[in-house]
């Protein structure tokens, strides 16, 4: 990874997907698996697709919204909002801590 640019958290959230939307429909346990499946993968590519191989990680799949967080850099945020199946990139959003 780069020294010029610390990673931080983002939520990387995707465009209207019609396999998504069929597998949410099903909400037995083998259709909530294969949604988490499908999903996990269907992001993993587009990580893989979009960015050098170790230079971010991956922290979890959000099924309820097709999205995901991810710990990667500000400029690879823009690299992923400039994606056709990205609709929104946002940075994690840091809540103060009561003293």
């Not at 640019?5 to 909400?27: G, I, Q, T």
């Not at 294969?34 to 996990?40: A, F, I, R, T, V």
């Not at 990680?57 to 710990?71: N, P, Q, W, Y």
């Amino acid at each position: 990874m780069g020294e010029t640019s610390a990673s931080e958290v983002y939520y990387v959230f995707m465009n209207c997907d019609p396999e998504y939307e069929r597998l949410r429909k099903d909400r037995s346990k083998k259709g909530v698996e294969e949604l988490d499946s499908y999903l996990s993968c269907k992001h993993d590519q587009l990580l893989a697709k979009l960015l050098p191989p170790n230079s971010y990680r991956k922290k979890a799949s959000l099924a309820i919204v097709d999205g995901f967080s991810v710990e990667i850099t500000k400029q690879q945020a823009a690299i992923l909002r400039s994606a056709k199946e990205v609709r929104v990139v946002e940075k994690n959003m840091e809540l103060p801590t009561p003293e």
